[in-house]
């Protein structure tokens, strides 16, 4: 019997995967298709990033640095409003090869990885759970003290468990065009309803295109989408489309499971952003879950939590100012915009001592 079972091999199954053999468990992990495919992420992540990652990995995959962000209430041609900082501020990543990355460090530490195993049933019983997978061989039934549902925004085990959905899930699409462009700046559009659209400048791997808005939405993204790069004026190609859940949950654990990652609602409410905390959540998990002992399930819903939740909060009152009317978004924008102190993942770094000394040394 395994100690845990992960479903998942995105960063947060990883992640968890490998920092939990390296605490001496015995863990099997099942991904459904090839790591890191399809692509539906941008990989524009806060430099944190690369505490996570193994060594070499920043030279593979870094494809560009970002200083700061070009805020409009309208089109390409509208005003802008940029936000920055002297450093750089965010990384532009390969997010295929960052899966991968992550991957080949958690077989290292010891995790057996299966690829083309997708996970359909999870069953509970008093002393372990029974995942079920198919894959090349066929279908076989895995056993495990406990299982970790690190399967993305639609989450299967989320829903073999009984456990509840994320609040609300987004419907992101992005494109890429060929140009180059190892631009200092991310544009941001708040012309998407509820949440934005944005340019992001790939260095040689070209520029993305994408916006995220409510499922059901007139017009829809994909409609949404092509008037905006209509608007550049550019063509984009490989299209590809993803959910981005927004929550959390108020539980992500169960008798002998628990969810991380996306499948947790653990993202950033402002901009969807997940991949970091969703690792963050996971190293939480390593440390706090003993398998052998049910109850330290409770220890990881506390320590993530106490970590996140303020920020995710914080997150929720910035995602609002997206849906303001756009002659009060124009006075915020033009209030706040120039050199900023903040963190990207953390909202609370928004009271933080050095960016209200940069607000007050611009008056
Ligand atoms: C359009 C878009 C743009 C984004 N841009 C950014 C960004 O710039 N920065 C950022 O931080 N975040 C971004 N995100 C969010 C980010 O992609 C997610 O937060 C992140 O991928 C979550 O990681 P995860 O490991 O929890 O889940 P995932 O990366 O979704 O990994 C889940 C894995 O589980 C596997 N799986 C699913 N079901 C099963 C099953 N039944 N059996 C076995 N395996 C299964 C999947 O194949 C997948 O490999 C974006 C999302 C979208 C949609």
Known sequence: MYDFVVVGAGPAG???????????????????????????????????????????????????????????????????????KR???????????????????????????????SVSTVEERPDRVAVTATGPDGTETFEARMVAGCDGPVSRVRRELGLPEPGEKLQGVLGFSTDEDPGDFVDVHLTAPRFFAWRIPRGEAGVEYGLAAPPGSEPPARELFESFTDEYGTETGDFCAGMIPVGPAETVTSRRGLLIGDAAAQTKPFTGGGILYGMTAADHAAREIDPERPSTLADYESAWREDLATEIRLGHWIRRAYSLPEPVQRVGLSAFSGEIGVHMDKPTSFFSTEHLSKLLSRS
């Not at 939990?20 to 992540?45: I, K, M, N, Q, T």
């Not at 450093?87 to 083309?116: K, T």
């Open 14 to 84: 990883s992640r968890f995967s490998r920092r939990a053999a390296e605490r001496g468990y015995d863990v099997l992990a099942l991904e459904r298709g090839s790591v890191g495919e399809p692509l539906a992420c941008s990989g524009h992540v806060s430099t944190d990033i690369w505490e996570f990652t193994p060594e070499g990995a920043r030279e593979e995959l870094l494809q560009n640095e970002v200083f700061g962000a070009r805020f409009h209430v309208g089109g390409p041609a509208s005003d802008d409003y940029p936000f920055y």
């Open 87 to 117: 450093e750089v501020i965010s990384n532009v990543i390969d997010r295929v090869g960052l899966d991968r990355r992550l991957a080949d460090a958690a077989r290292e530490a010891g995790v057996d990885l299966r690829e083309h195993h």
